[in-house]
C-alpha cells in the first residue's frame, strides 16, 4: 500500500510544484492509514496549505488508495 500511497503522491507533487512548492512522503503506516508528509517550498507555511493537504492530498489518497487514509503534516 504505501507504493501506492507514493506513485499517488508522486501524481499530484507537479500541481504543487507549478505553484512554487512540494511535498514530500515522510513515512505510512498501514495499519492506521496515516500518511506523513512534508510541504516544501511555496507550500511550507502556506495560509492555504491545510486546505491542499485536506481537500487536494488526502481526497486523491482516499479516491485512488484507500477511503480511511489520513494525511498530516510533519
Known amino acids: ?3 501506492k500511497v507514493e ?3 508522486n501524481k499530484i507533487r507537479p500541481y ?3 505553484d512554487g512548492g ?3 512522503l ?4 498501514p495499519t492506521d492509514k496515516v500518511a506523513k508528509v ?7 507555511g502556506c495560509p492555504g496549505a491545510q486546505m ?3 481537500l487536494g492530498v488526502e481526497r486523491t489518497l482516499r479516491e485512488e488508495v484507500d477511503d480511511q487514509i489520513q494525511v498530516i503534516t510533519v
Not at 26 to 29: A, L, S, Y
Not at 38 to 44: F, K, P, S, T, V
Open 1 to 3: 500500500m504505501k507504493e
Open 7 to 9: 506513485a499517488t503522491i
Open 16 to 18: 504543487l510544484q507549478r
Open 22 to 24: 512540494d511535498i514530500e
Open 26 to 29: 515522510v513515512d505510512f503506516n
Open 38 to 44: 512534508r510541504l516544501q517550498g511555496a507550500c511550507h
Open 52 to 54: 491542499t493537504l485536506k
